[in-house]
């Protein structure tokens, strides 16, 4: 099984959650992940994956870091999109 994800919400670092993603990526502390096997629609779930305030830039290193989260933590396979 090959899983992908959505961040379909964010907290920022006083504890608030909002859907969506913020306009700047400096301003999550947790990113929450929607992760789904897209052959599969039983098979998904969802996560929150917390970074340090300046640990990533911009928004192709949360996905990196959220990727890295899926393989090391869940055992889960990415689907190459």
Known sequence: MAYTFDAVGWEDF??????????????????????YDPENSDDQG??????????????????????GLMVANYGMVLADE
Not at 26 to 33: C, L, M, N, Q, S
């Open 46 to 67: 969802m996560f929150w994956a917390y970074a340090l305030r300046g640990a990533f830039d911009d928004w192709s290193e949360w996905w990196v870091y959220i990727g």
């Open 14 to 35: 006083e504890g608030n959650r909002w859907t969506g993603l913020p306009d700047e990526p400096e301003d999550a502390h947790g990113i929450w992940v929607h992760y």
